[in-house]
């Protein structure tokens, strides 16, 4: 545990360097003995920006459909800044981090993250310059041995030559119960999801902050974010100006909403307003988050895909033991542009 602690300080001492360095510089594409699921015989040629797929208008569409949206369950997405790089989510057995890479102008297969697989690892974002990927894991944590199985949050650094390996957070962050949703700000402050963190009505989104290469005690958000209604799955804007989160509010459209949330002149959080029938469906939706560009809001839905999708061969599936298809479990990735949510502003 000591040596974690000490792995966890270097790398959140080395993001507070970046900060005041304010270096931003992207990682450099992995060496070509790295790549090794390249361009199978039916994957399909993808190129340009966000996997070649046409951007979406104000109305949420299906995000990659049979490449990234599949008959499965996708939980959570990612680009990297320079947008050459994308995570997401998958469930399965265990559930895993996949990422797809954009090397000499072309999109490769997805293909499991190096760090990932064996243990359930989801709930993935990055802080905002993108060297550092934090998640959800049920890795052996901060946990005593022999307690009931918890989650933690992790942090994994991206190295020039791919990516480092994975860090419990450690303490006062994780504890015994169940910690889940990381969303990183610009200054290293730490958003993300308690469960049963000292009592069941300490349920909710909590905030740290970065400082001397540690985190403070987690402080549980204000009743405007926090209700007995529940929330789950915070996004926080990188200048910590809005958060998105999920909730089954009474106002809601379904078994779970997105709502936002506007930082307020004199730094309290403004009323959290329903994104609306546009966004939201009768299903769970879910899993925000906002591109490093500013462009598109991408979150996870449960609600049907009516369409088809293409059947192509995606070899990690297998890696993941991936579930059964069951149509009332399935889980997609959505877009929609970003200025849908300026409407909500208060």
Not at 104 to 127: M, Q, T
Not at 241 to 252: L, M, T
Not at 289 to 318: C, H, Q, W
Request: net charge negative; aromatic share 12%.
């Amino acid at each position: 545990m000591n040596n974690a602690r000490r792995l966890v300080a270097t790398a959140l001492l080395l993001l507070l360097a970046q900060l005041v360095l304010q270096s931003c510089a992207p990682a450099t594409d992995p060496p070509p003995d790295e790549v090794a699921v390249a361009f199978g015989d039916e994957f399909p040629v993808l190129s340009g920006p966000y996997l070649g797929q046409q951007p979406p208008g104000m109305e949420p569409e299906l995000f990659a459909p049979g490449i990234v949206s599949t008959a499965g369950g996708e939980w959570s997405s990612t680009f990297t800044p320079d947008g050459k790089t994308f995570l997401f989510g998958y469930r399965g057995e265990p559930n895993g981090i996949v990422f797809m890479e954009e090397i000499d102008g072309r999109w490769i297969e997805p293909r499991l993250a190096p760090f990932s697989g064996e243990h359930s690892d989801f709930d993935l974002n990055l802080s905002p310059d993108g060297s550092m990927l934090y998640f959800t894991s049920t890795r052996p944590g901060v946990a005593p041995d022999g307690a009931e199985q918890s989650s933690d949050l992790w942090v994994v650094v991206r190295e020039e030559n791919g990516w480092g390996e994975a860090i419990n957070i450690g303490e006062p962050v994780n504890t015994a119960a169940w910690e889940l949703y990381p969303s990183v700000t610009e200054d290293g402050t730490l958003y993300f999801f308690g469960d049963d963190r000292g009592g069941a009505d300490l349920r909710g989104a909590y905030v740290a902050r970065l400082s001397g290469g540690s985190y403070s005690e987690p402080e549980p958000l204000g009743s405007i974010i926090n209700t007995e209604h529940g929330v789950f799955d915070p996004f926080i804007a990188p200048d910590e100006s809005y958060i998105i989160f999920a909730s089954d509010r009474p106002d809601g459209f379904g078994g779970g909403d997105l709502y936002i949330s506007f930082r307020q002149e004199d730094g309290t959080w403004g009323e959290a307003v329903n994104l609306g029938s546009t966004i939201n469906s009768p299903q769970t939706d879910f899993c925000p988050s906002v591109t490093k560009d500013g462009k598109y809001l991408f979150f996870s839905s449960r609600r049907p895909y009516e369409g088809t999708y293409p059947n192509i061969p995606l070899a990690y599936r297998a890696e993941l033991a991936v579930e059964a298809e069951n149509p009332g479990r399935n889980v997609d990735v959505y877009w929609v542009d970003a200025q849908v949510l300026e409407q909500f502003r208060r």
